[in-house]
């Protein structure tokens, strides 16, 4: 890598800091806790005496493991945790999903310690746009003067460049209200932004990025499991590719799917997203059967990144307050302006 680059990514990519920044000190009776074997009942309850010590509070995505979306203060897709984070009063807010999503809480919340589990589990969408390579591109084609609408499955350096970011809930909305005499960029996902045109007619330029999870089901995946279960109704997230989305009775969020199952008739849906949702579903509305999507080669669809996460690992990053999110502050406030412009557009 070159020097230039160290530096852009330095300027544009969030880091972590360990312990030096820590307003808070370690809860001591950790090293005891260690000592003794746990079960998932020990874990929660010690996640939960640890969250009253830390007055934090838990956020857990929807793609997140039974056990922790059962400790969870709130469980969501991205636009209702980035509403949680936004409304929090917590000293301490501990982020059960990806890298990207503890830095929407941090950048809405700079003077509040954000930790999450595992520092490594990232995304392979946000990784499809790197900050630097945004930016060059934008300089390269500054003549089309992009109105640059960013998912918020990205780094907060692709926040701090983004002119507003949208969830795949308020999306199609977002992009209606965008300047109807500029050219639109959209980053990173081209299924979502493919979908958004679907819905609102504007053309967009796509970003090329894709989520590895969802491009995993296929045409033929889904037609093989809609053969076993005529009566299903297939209920696909927007992140899956043009094929798949045209065999789903309905594409939508993650948070969408709970109130159109609920809201449905039939008793069965197939669930096209990754796996961790059939949980939320089942919790939420008892009686009604959920069948995972399956993809060319297993049953069902785990996100290897948000299934890093463990009660363990959240059990340790309150007590030790890291891994932590912190965020350079000429990065962080242009992310928060297209943070609050989303959540201003999706009131
Ligand atoms: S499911 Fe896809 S978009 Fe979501 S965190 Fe995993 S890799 Fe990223």
Redesign the pocket.
Known sequence: MSSSEENSRTKHESVTTPHWKAPLEPVPLLAHYRRMPTTSTDLMEEIRALKKARNAVILAHN?QIAAIQEVADFVGDSLGLSRQAAATGADVIAFCG?HFMGETAKILNPLKTVVIPDLEAG????DSCPAPKLEAFLHEHHGKNYYVIAYI?CSAGVKALADVIVTSGNAARIVEAAPADRNILFVPDQNLGAWVTEQTGRKMDLWQGH????VEFTRESIHRIKAGHPEAVVVAHP?CTLAVRLLADEVCSTEKMVTFCKDHAAQTFIIVT?SGMLHRLEREIPGKTFIPGPTDHCACAD?R??KMNTLEKLRDCLANLEPRIEIPEDVRRPAERSVRRMLELSA
């Open positions: 793609y990806v995304c392979s969408l946000s499955n989520c590895y999870v969802h992140e990754e996100c990144y948000m």
